[in-house]
């Protein structure tokens, strides 16, 4: 079935990078556009980055811009994550998701998230 | 202010209906989708603008704007409705995405 599964969580010490990945299958994933959405322990969701579908567009939240780098891989079906200078405030689970591309902008497919642990 | 408010929490008794509201200056230009989240679980979407529900959604969940404010209203609770229910939406230039902090229902 339609399914996004994310990897490459883990604990990471304060200033390193991490790398998440984003795996889709069984939709044609070069079609949409595709998002990051972040959940700190507790708390609500984060909206974090998008990327359009053919990977020419990238926006970013204030909280993660000129830190993350978010890319996409169509000929792999895979959505990246690339985090770099990570703090303890980006702690959190990072869903991918998918922007179902009508006027109404909603996230329709959700992955299960990874999660991230910024720690010393 | 590129926010979207939603009341802390809500409840209602099983079989009645609740209506959870989402206030943001932008509403007016832009969409509200609505996701529902239970414990250890990732969101899921329930619906998108006003009455687009997906597929396995059931009907007793509508939606309506009225100026700055999207509600999301569930006619005939269930158990199984319970969760965290979240808003969100383009902000005001339209590239970012804003995420109301989340509403708790409990059906009683």
């Known amino acids: 079935q339609v399914q996004l599964v994310e990897s490459g969580g883990g604990v990471v010490q304060p200033g390193r990078s991490l790398r998440l990945s984003c795996a889709a299958s069984?939709?044609?994933?070069?079609?949409?556009?595709m998002h990051w959405v972040r959940q700190a322990p507790g708390k609500g969701l984060e909206w974090v980055s998008v990327i359009s579908s053919d990977g020419s567009k990238k926006y970013y939240a204030d909280s993660v811009k000129g830190r993350f780098t978010i890319s996409r891989d169509s000929s792999k079906n895979t959505l990246y994550l690339q985090m770099n200078s990570l703090r303890p405030d980006d702690t959190a689970v990072y869903y991918c998701?998918?922007?179902?591309?009508?006027?109404?902008?909603?996230?329709?497919?959700w992955g299960q998230g990874t999660m991230v642990t910024v720690s010393s | 202010s590129s926010e979207l408010t939603q009341d802390p929490a809500v409840s209602v008794a099983l079989g009645q209906t609740v209506r959870i509201t989402c206030q943001g200056d932008?509403?007016?230009?832009?969409?509200a989708s609505w996701y529902r989240q239970k414990p250890g679980q990732a969101p899921v979407l329930v619906l998108s603008?006003?009455?687009h529900r997906p597929s396995g959604i059931p009907d007793r969940f509508s939606g309506s704007t009225s100026g700055n404010t999207a509600s999301l209203t569930i006619t005939g609770a269930q158990a199984e409705d319970e969760g965290d229910y979240y808003c969100s939406s383009r902000d005001t230039f339209g590239n970012h995405v804003v995420f109301g902090g989340g509403t708790t229902v409990t059906v009683l």
């Open positions: 932008f509403l007016g230009n832009y969409y």
């Open positions: 603008g006003e009455s």
């Open positions: 998701a998918r922007d179902d591309g009508s006027p109404r902008g909603a996230f329709d497919i």
């Open positions: 069984e939709f044609t994933f070069s079609y949409y556009a």
